[in-house]
């Protein structure tokens, strides 16, 4: 039991600085404070998590080859990328990012300059950056990061709960989205549980700036039918 909050301690962590990563980015090229990143309610990003709990499990053995560390860093994380893209695609009806607009993508799920991006981050996450944080984490102690990661575990899966039975809910109405829409779901659900105390009143409105086969009548239909399940609710 010990171990697995331990690896959850570091598998919430990385979500987290997976997170900070997308907000700093997102916050830079949109030049104004972003803060509704991932599909969680929390300031996490469980693909980050995932990929670097993968990579600390199974990269160590390459530590002493950073080409050979960068490329399996690179390929595994693109392909986690790919399968998440592709499984909430299926479950949700929406598209949570795009980059057909980037060289070298494919399916616009995953494109080069992001499987780059991996493989360095890969290489800084084995060689630097694990081996302090887990040095600097572990110094605590086993009752502490007990305490700490059951707290947190509770957490994540309420949120999951909750982000889960949302996104649900509007599946059947929803459609493929052409764009990143993960900043407005997000906000749209955040708006949700602070205006309405038991999700009563408003489910999701209707993505503004999503591209759907460029009809009118198709939003107007979307809209009228997420108001109605809203009610219901």
């Known amino acids: ?11 919430i962590s990385y979500s987290f600085f997976g997170w900070l990563i997308e907000t700093v980015c997102c916050s830079v090229s949109q030049k ?18 995932y990929a670097a709990i993968g990579m600390v499990l199974f990269l160590k053995k390459y ?35 795009d980059y057909y607009d980037k060289s070298f993508n494919i399916n616009g799920r995953i494109c080069l300059q992001n499987s780059i991006l991996f493989g360095l981050l890969g290489v800084f996450l084995l060689c630097v950056f694990n081996p302090f944080y887990t ?5 605590n102690p086993p009752i502490v990061r007990y305490i700490i990661a059951s707290i947190l ?5 309420i949120d ?12 059947a109405n929803a459609v493929l989205l052409l764009q990143d829409s993960t900043a407005l779901i997000s906000k749209q659900v955040k708006d949700m549980l602070s205006k309405n105390r038991m999700l ?18 198709i939003l107007s239909t979307i809209r009228h039918s997420l108001k109605k399940i809203g009610k219901k609710l």
């Open 1 to 11: 039991m010990a171990t697995f909050l331990d690896y959850f301690l570091l598998f």
């Open 32 to 49: 104004k404070l972003v803060l509704n990143r991932g599909f969680y309610l929390g300031p996490y990003c469980p693909i980050y998590g």
């Open 63 to 97: 530590l002493n080859d950073p080409i050979v560390l960068f490329v399996m860093s690179a390929v595994g994380a693109s392909t986690l990328e790919y399968l998440t893209s592709y499984v909430m695609e299926k479950l949700f009806k929406a598209r949570w990012w």
């Open 135 to 139: 040095t600097f984490l572990f110094r």
């Open 153 to 157: 575990l509770f957490i994540f899966m």
């Open 160 to 171: 999951n709960v909750i982000s889960f039975i949302t996104m649900f809910q509007i599946r």
């Open 200 to 217: 009563k009143k408003r489910l999701l409105e209707a993505f503004p700036r999503a591209k759907v086969l460029n009809h009118e009548k």
